[in-house]
């Protein structure tokens, strides 16, 4: 193997950390490395909330792959993964409704992952997924239009659905998101919506109180990864802010009118009328398609050894939300994945990154030991919860640290620099209500 190739499926985390740890060899001519993603750019979604609600740009969230590789030589194609054929090492892509074949000594599959809807009818026709750049611009647009609905209508229960906005799942997302869209909607009124110089009963003004936001969490408790003082900080929190929530209350259908819950034996059965349902209940693998036999799955992502490499094929390499990680010995059955989230698809990469280069080289592989450094979680402006190191903190502090975190897992300054620009401007002016579409 003179000089091998190695294929990358997927620009998240995962893959665009591993392609930047080979990028060194690829530049001494010892490799070539070929990353293959359906858009030109790496997708910072820790952040899409903020740009769901007018805080940040688009663009501020969106790295350009070509940028970030500029110079190394390592080759990038914008393209979709139709198939894999393991046996003949091709994968076969769409790019530009052209077909094309790329050949592979090794391959990597961070492809990440895709809203889960759990089958719920009507969940995937009329409720906001937010996973994309698309997705954030589609919140942020149907936010502002419930707005401009809304003040032409007279009839107090239609203005009531247009400005109810209902967040279903508890988690990191969903949290994030229900407080920034309560601070957006707040400023909307503030700003725009509350002519003092109108009539009091004019139906072109909006009053405070008129716009509900809302979490349904299926769980007793939000953010259940987290201590509970840190829960009840972040409980407390969101209804300080006039976030309402439901717990205890699965959705059961969602309609263009709004969704259908089952709660619990006090709350029983009831309808949340809402024309904007966003929805962070969960994600599921995003997995490519395979010629001849499927390979083995655990949980519904692509099972793995200790080294990252699918069990039955010591070329093909997985990780991230794609790949079933067991963190303890891969005998116990009772031992469930690593999370989805992008500090493990991070570790993970390196790992992956290190055993291609030991089996190139003829070394002993690596195995991953995953180490969390702790999460944190931003509950609006200038408070978020965090446990770091086993450290229970929360507020202003802690928001201020969670905004430098994310900062710095951008890659370039570029990047940074603008973040931390409009991050200044919204301090003193309002959010950004044009709309994209």
């Not at 107090?156 to 400005?163: E, F, G, N, Q, Y």
Request: one cysteine or more.
């Amino acid at each position: 193997m003179l000089r091998p190739h190695i294929v990358i499926l997927g620009a998240g985390f995962g893959g665009m950390y591993v392609a930047r740890a080979l990028a060194t060899l690829v530049k001494k001519g010892e490799l070539d490395v070929t990353i293959v993603n359906q858009t030109n750019y790496f997708l910072f979604t820790p952040l899409l909330h903020e740009v769901a609600t007018g805080s940040l740009s688009p663009s501020s969230v969106a790295e350009p792959i070509r940028e970030i590789f500029a110079h190394t030589g390592v080759r990038i194609i914008q393209g979709v993964v139709e198939s894999i054929d393991r046996s003949a090492r091709m994968v076969h892509i769409l790019c530009d409704h052209t077909k094309h074949d790329i050949s592979y000594d090794f391959l990597v599959i961070a492809t990440g992952a895709t809203t889960n809807y759990y089958d719920i009818p009507g969940a995937d026709r009329f409720t906001y997924p937010l996973k994309t750049l698309a997705d954030a611009a589609a919140i942020r647009d149907r936010i502002i239009d419930s707005f401009e609905e809304a003040v032409l209508s007279p009839d107090p229960a239609t203005r009531a659905r247009l400005l109810s906005f209902a967040v279903v799942g508890g988690g990191a997302t969903g949290v994030e998101t229900a407080a920034e869209i309560s601070d957006f909607v707040k400023g909307l009124v503030r700003r725009y919506y509350n002519d003092t110089d109108c009539r009091p009963d004019d139906p072109c003004n909006c009053s405070p109180e008129e716009p509900k936001v809302s979490i349904i969490h299926a769980g007793p408790e939000l953010l259940q990864m987290f201590a509970p003082s840190l829960r009840q900080a972040a409980e407390k929190r969101l209804r300080e802010n006039g976030v309402e929530l439901h717990m205890n209350c699965k959705v059961t259908a969602v309609t263009p009118s709004g969704l259908s819950i089952s709660g619990n034996a006090a709350s029983g059965d009831t309808t949340v009328p809402s024309s904007t349902v966003i929805w962070t209940a969960g994600v599921k693998p995003l997995l490519p398609r395979f010629t001849g036999d499927m390979p083995v799955l655990t949980a519904g992502r692509l099972a793995i050894d200790e080294y990252f490499r699918l069990k039955e094929d010591e070329r093909v390499f997985a990780l991230g939300d794609a790949a079933a990680y067991i963190a303890e010995a891969s005998t116990d059955k009772s031992s469930a994945p690593l999370p989805m989230l992008a500090q493990v698809a991070v570790g993970q990469a390196k790992i992956v990154a290190q055993n291609i280069k030991a089996i190139i080289e003829d070394n002993p592989l690596k195995s991953f030991q995953y180490h969390s450094k702790g999460s944190m979680v931003s509950v609006g402006s200038w408070f978020a919860i965090g446990d770091i190191f086993s450290m229970k903190i929360s507020g202003r502090l802690t928001w201020w640290l969670w905004r430098t975190v994310y900062l710095f897992k951008f890659f370039s300054w570029k990047k940074r620099v603008r973040i931390v620009l409009q991050w200044t401007l919204n301090i003193f002016y309002p959010r950004d209500i044009t709309k994209l579409h």
